[in-house]
């Protein structure tokens, strides 16, 4: 099992730019997260989504939007970035009940 | 509202010795309790978790917790600390019970473990 897989590793891009964000699990799980991570602040939820099909808002939305067309994938995308998107993204997995899977994330900065 | 406190952002012990993170919580009803670790680059890494049962839950590299239900705390506890222990650690709460739609997962904002040699 490769678990979950985040890509890409690392990008850089300019003001107003997209981009999309892939999270992949092979666990079968239902849950999928985004979150976010800065210093000082934890992880902070962008979306999730309860199963295929179907995406929710978390704490920190705004900029962002997702879709779960297939169980295994979590898209986060990006439609025009912003300097206060420079962040590390986190996707996650988890089954109904049980710990979460974390991805090992992806390091982005916006110029 | 479910939430999830550490109160120390930075936790320093020698090597050899004992060590606790602490973790206290607030919740409307039975909680599912864990505790992760990120290393420096790395995403989070589970450690162990508690559902019910044992109030004493042992873990992943020597780690345990234990819940108490009156003081609301689920400490992180290790007998002899390595150096290869310094990291981040994060707790974080489920409200149990809940078999249907989404279970909102609250994390707190970390603890620095410092294991200094």
């Known amino acids: 099992n490769a678990g979950v897989t985040q890509t890409p590793k690392f990008r850089v891009l300019k003001t107003g730019q997209s981009m999309t964000l892939l999270c992949a699990q092979d666990?079968?799980?239902?849950?999928m997260y985004w979150y976010r991570q800065d210093p000082g602040m934890g992880l902070r939820l962008i979306h999730y989504?309860?199963?295929?099909?179907?995406?929710a808002k978390g704490e920190v939305p705004d900029g962002y939007n997702v879709s779960r067309l297939k169980k295994q994938n979590f898209l986060l995308g990006l439609e025009s970035a912003a300097p206060s998107q420079t962040s590390v993204y986190f996707c996650?997995?988890?089954?109904?009940?049980?710990?979460?899977?974390f991805g090992p994330g992806t390091r982005l900065t916006v110029l | 509202a479910q939430s999830v406190a550490q109160p120390e952002d930075q936790v320093n012990v020698a090597e050899g010795n004992p060590l606790t993170v602490k973790c206290t919580y607030s919740v409307s009803g039975n909680p599912y309790l864990f505790w992760y670790v990120q290393y420096p680059n790395r995403g989070l890494q589970f450690l162990l978790k508690y559902i019910t049962g044992d109030n004493l839950v042992k873990g992943s590299y020597g780690f345990e917790a234990e819940f108490n239900k009156s003081q609301t705390s689920f400490h992180l506890k290790k007998p002899s600390a390595l150096v290869s222990d310094s990291a981040l650690y994060f707790c974080?709460?489920?409200?149990?019970?809940?078999?249907?739609?989404?279970?909102?997962?609250?994390f707190g904002t970390g603890t620095k473990l410092q294991v200094i040699p």
């Open positions: 989504s309860v199963g295929e099909g179907t995406t």
């Open positions: 996650a997995s988890r089954p109904r009940t049980g710990a979460q899977y």
């Open positions: 666990m079968n799980h239902e849950y």
């Open positions: 974080a709460v489920i409200l149990g019970g809940n078999s249907g739609g989404y279970q909102k997962v609250t």
